[in-house]
């Protein structure tokens, strides 16, 4: 069907009623619109972010590093996109993009921002020298996957995720050209896993934590609540894959970390150790209160 009330005019204006539920915070501009500091914990490892699924990789990574025993000890602050945190000042300045997640690895000599989840994983992953193989086609094939999730995802995020759940109105057309691309996404992963464990082969990778919060989500109706819709129950490899990633506790405490919505026991607002995750998810918190 197509729409022909509007038609754009020569010279696009911003309209700062128009964008629906996140009107408020979007804008045409970059740069920070208020001054505000960063908190700063006691680990090298400090992180600023939300549960959303771009958020969820860094904190997954982060917790699998602390299940091999790796020294990757980490503060995770919450950044409340909705109240605009990332055009504080501070944020700004670990992330010129205003996007959660960002990185500050304050044990190097001089501190080191990373921002852009990939950038976050693969930083990462040469850390610490874990989940990115060392032989280089291995290597390849799990940067092949990972550089496909950072492409891809905005068709499932801002694409499809905006116009089915978040738009003002029901635009048809957006909707069917955005559900039609991320049901092809979900039907490459399905044939690419339809022979191997993990998305890159037998090894689970930054690749797999990059895809596992966006297309494991949806499949498993976590995400948009549009499994039905789109038929995720289909992509029979993609719901297995799903469920292993799943099962393992590192993803389990990882998808906790930074999320401020849902069931009280499930949020974790910000994350300084361990020990956090009981004692200090909401529903303690609150039972303390």
Do not use: C
């Amino acid at each position: 069907m197509t729409d022909t009330t509007y038609t754009p005019p020569k010279i696009w204006t911003w309209n700062s009623e128009s964008g629906g539920r996140f009107a408020s915070i979007n804008r045409p501009i970059a740069g920070p619109t208020q001054e505000k500091e960063l908190p700063v914990g006691a680990h090298p490892l400090q992180l600023y972010s939300l549960a959303t699924p771009n958020g969820v990789k860094v904190t997954v990574m982060l917790e699998e590093l602390l299940e091999l025993g790796h020294d990757a000890e980490y503060d995770a602050w919450l950044i409340d996109i909705n109240e605009g945190d990332q055009f504080g000042s501070g944020f700004v300045e670990i992330n010129p993009n205003s996007k959660i997640p960002a990185l500050l690895d304050r044990g190097t000599a001089t501190p080191t921002r990373v921002f852009e989840s990939g950038s976050i994983l693969m930083y990462l992953a040469e850390k610490f020298g874990v989940f990115l193989p060392e032989d280089p086609a291995a290597r390849a094939e799990t940067l092949n996957w990972l550089f496909w999730q950072m492409g891809s995802a905005p068709y499932l995020g801002g694409g499809f995720g905006h116009f089915y759940a978040y738009a003002p109105t029901k635009i048809e057309y957006a909707i069917d050209r955005f559900a039609m691309e991320t049901k092809r996404q979900l039907d490459v992963l399905d044939r690419a896993l339809a022979d191997r464990e993990y998305i890159a082969g037998a090894e689970y990778t930054i690749a797999d934590m990059a895809i596992w919060p966006w297309y494991g989500a949806l499949s498993m109706g976590l995400l948009y609540d549009a499994a039905e819709f789109l038929q995720t129950h289909e992509y029979s490899h993609v719901v297995r894959w799903s469920k292993t990633i799943g099962e393992r506790p590192a993803a389990k405490r990882g998808r906790m970390v930074n999320r401020a919505w849902g069931e009280p026991r499930s949020q974790l607002r910000e994350r300084h150790a361990a020990s956090d995750f009981e004692t200090r998810t909401q529903d303690k918190l609150e039972t303390d209160d």
